[in-house]
């Protein structure tokens, strides 16, 4: 029989993670390191930034980043949740600590963020908003309600193609559109995060149509 069209949505979803953190961790941990083509934009801070404090910070946002993008796409898996149910388990607390270390991470780095005010209040709000909806849907869980876990699930992996979007429409925006750098990337946090909203609900709607045909023990 012919494989629904659903079905080959999760190996691609699956490549193109494991391909972004491919990206991300030799761009940002082997190629440049020390930050220089993105530090070189930040022209108006209001504080000076302590680089080596900032470039740890940002080193282990970006690796801990990576594990929450690479422990969640796991648990997407049926095949894992259904074979190896433990292992869903302990791979989803270890997603829930990933998502924790960013949000922390990110606090550090928010107050130096290139468009000053303007990106590091939205990147404080996503930290709030994206743990909390991390939080949800661990209380579903508890509560056995599947298909509410699933949901909040969905709502809260979109966030780890935060930076993703950001550079994709930062980049548009100033490569295409020619706006100033500085302006296109806080547009760019904007966009990424209703991007993301967008996203989980289009992801719910259409691809989780069914509930999840999983027994709750
Ligand atoms: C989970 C996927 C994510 C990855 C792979 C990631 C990666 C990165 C990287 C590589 C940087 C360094 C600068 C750059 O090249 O953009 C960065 C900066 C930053 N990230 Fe993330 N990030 C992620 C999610 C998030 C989320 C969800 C938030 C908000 C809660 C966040 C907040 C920040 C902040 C505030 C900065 C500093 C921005 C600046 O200095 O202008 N990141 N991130």
Redesign the pocket.
């Known amino acids: 029989m012919a494989r629904s069209k659903r079905s080959y949505l999760y190996p691609l979803l699956l490549t193109a993670s494991l391909i972004?953190?491919a990206y991300?961790t030799l761009?940002?941990l082997f190629f440049d390191p020390q930050?220089v083509?993105?530090?070189s934009h930040?022209m108006n801070l209001k504080r000076p930034i302590n680089l080596p404090i900032?470039l740890n910070v940002?080193h282990v946002?970006?690796v801990?980043?990576?594990m929450?993008?690479l422990t969640g796409i796991f648990n997407f898996s049926n095949t894992l949740l259904r074979k190896y149910r433990k292992l869903h388990r302990v791979n989803g607390y270890l997603y829930v600590i990933f998502?924790f270390v960013?949000?922390l991470?990110?606090?550090y780095?928010?107050p130096?963020?290139?468009?000053g005010k303007a990106?590091?209040l939205p990147?404080?709000l996503?930290?709030i908003v994206?743990f909390a909806m991390t939080i949800a849907a661990i209380v579903q869980i508890k509560r056995k309600q599947v298909s509410k876990h699933r949901k909040w699930m969905v709502r809260s992996y979109v966030?780890?193609?935060?930076?993703?979007f950001?550079?994709l429409f930062s980049y548009i925006l100033h490569k295409g559109g020619g706006l100033p750098y500085e302006l296109s990337?806080t547009l760019g946090v904007y966009g990424a995060i209703l991007t993301n909203f967008i996203l989980a609900e289009i992801v719910i709607r259409f691809v989780y149509v069914k509930a999840p045909n999983v027994a709750v023990q």
């Open positions: 972004y953190i991300v761009t940002n930050a083509d993105f530090l930040k900032w940002m946002h970006v801990a980043a990576c929450a993008m998502v960013v949000v991470t990110s606090g780095m928010a130096y963020s290139t468009g990106s590091s990147f404080n996503v930290s994206w966030f780890c193609f935060t930076n993703f950001i550079h990337y």
